[in-house]
């Protein structure tokens, strides 16, 4: 959806970097001798909880727009069975009580975050590009691709497919890889992958950290 946002507004990819999400259950000061009943977070935090909330069938669960957001709402309430799933900085800055540590289903939980610009803009030290392509609805158009990549020697970092609207049966795919658009064998690539497409979207090449 980011990257269909990316393209809808011409955005560009400029730096990215993944943080550690430590979801934990908050709740108000002096509230822990009563049950809770609802919790309420961020849809994705609520996922990666899955796990805590199969457990505890009889708590509510209501979705909001963000984790901060449901944070702030319990703050704000004035009941005792209502809590947040979201961060310990959460917890701090709207003065709450940690409940629960650590209640995501992973250990290992990490977000990517975008940094994005209206211009394109390529920073020293960028090593990965990402894509989106829509290919041609032929056989070993995929493969043709992947293909390309293996003989120049570009590790590909990550393949997603998503069903293009309207189009039955066709997709886009966006790739992740590990090059430098200075490379000029990349160029190179990156302009033979263009003729072989039906539509070659440059979402960006940048440092991730």
Do not use: W
């Amino acid at each position: 959806q980011v990257y269909d946002l990316m393209e809808k507004h011409d955005f560009h990819i400029v730096g990215a970097q993944k943080l550690r999400i430590d979801h934990r259950l908050l709740r108000k000061n002096g509230a822990s001798d009563t049950p809770v009943r609802e919790v309420v977070s961020h849809e994705q935090a609520l996922r990666q909880c899955s796990e805590f909330l199969k457990a505890h069938p009889e708590i509510k669960v209501t979705r909001m727009e963000n984790t901060a957001k449901a944070a702030e709402y319990v703050a704000q309430s004035d009941r005792d069975d209502l809590a947040a799933i979201a961060s310990r900085a959460c917890a701090d800055l709207y003065g709450l009580a940690v409940a629960k540590d650590s209640i995501s289903n992973s250990e290992t939980n990490y977000t990517r975050f975008i940094c994005i610009a209206r211009k394109l803009e390529i920073y020293p030290m960028a090593r990965k590009i990402s894509l989106m392509l829509n290919l041609k609805h032929e056989p070993g158009a995929l493969n043709a691709v992947v293909s390309k990549l293996a003989i120049e020697g570009v590790n590909l970092l990550k393949l997603e497919s998503r069903p293009m609207p309207g189009r039955e049966f066709e997709f886009r795919f966006f790739f992740d890889m590990e090059a430098s658009a200075a490379d000029p064998d990349v160029v190179r690539l990156m302009c033979e992958l263009e003729s072989h497409s039906d539509r070659f979207v440059f979402l960006g090449c940048y440092d991730e950290r």
